[in-house]
Every structure is written in C-alpha cells, then in structure tokens.
C-alpha cells in the first residue's frame, strides 16, 4: 500500500509528538507535556488541535470514560516516511540520494548511527551484487 502525504502543521505535530512518547493522553496530560517542554498552549487550543488531528484521522479517542482518552493512530515512522517521500519530490526531483548527502555533509552523527549507515550500505551493496550477477 503506497503511503498518502500526511499534512500536519507545526503545532499539530508537536501535539502528536507528545501521543508518540507517552501513548494514551488525555488533553490535560498533553497539556502538561507541552508546558513542560516550555510550549505554552491553552488548554482549549490542545483540544482543538487533538479534535483536528481526531477529524484528519491521525489520532483516535476513547470518549468513554469522563475525560477523553486520545491515541495515535499512524506511527512516527509512517509519517516520517510520507513526509520524507514528499521532501524528495519537493527538493530533489525524487531521487533520494541527494537528500542522504546533504545530510551526511552538514550534520553530526553518533558512532552507533554511523555504524548502522555502514551496515545499511554493505547490505545495499550485497544485494546489488547478488542482483547482477542472476542470470537474464
């Protein structure tokens, strides 16, 4: 199944954020985790955007206890992938690569990322020599 480009604003986002690292929420919990994390929403502001992400299908709530209990519904990585996908086609005419090396040049990585690159390329690398040599 191909993924759909996920839109969320920068707020929205945050709010997600927050159901990713803690699970089930309620407004008020993720109001305390954005006041800690120095953002200060209101509380009506927190749940409008959960209601927002609720109607655009990112989240889901169990409304029957008395304060409603919201969840995600897509994962980080799925809608890392989607945003990423769209990034590519946005900024590098969808080939990928480009992206890696800009990335590669202007950032720094932790010994255990660079590793995991240099197993990732070895892969790549076994399966494109695995791939040439079937016969035709």
């Known amino acids: 199944m191909a993924d759909k480009q996920y839109e969320l604003g920068d707020a929205e986002l945050e709010v997600l954020k927050v159901l990713w690292e ?15 994390q120095g953002r200060n929403q209101a509380y009506t502001t927190v749940q409008t955007l959960l209601t927002r992400l609720e109607a ?3 989240v889901r709530s169990d409304k029957s206890e008395f304060a409603f209990v919201y969840r995600a519904r ?33 950032e720094q990585f932790t010994t255990d990322e660079i590793d995991e690159l240099h197993q990732l390329i070895d892969r790549l690398d076994s399966e494109a020599d695995t791939k040439n040599q079937e016969p035709r």
């Open 22 to 36: 803690r699970g089930a929420s309620t407004v008020r919990d993720v109001l305390q985790a954005l006041h800690d």
């Open 56 to 58: 655009k299908s990112f």
């Open 74 to 106: 897509l994962t980080r990585d799925r809608v890392t992938r989607s945003r990423l996908k769209t990034l590519v086609a946005q900024l590098y005419d969808g080939a990928a690569g480009p992206l890696v090396l800009q990335l590669v040049r202007m």
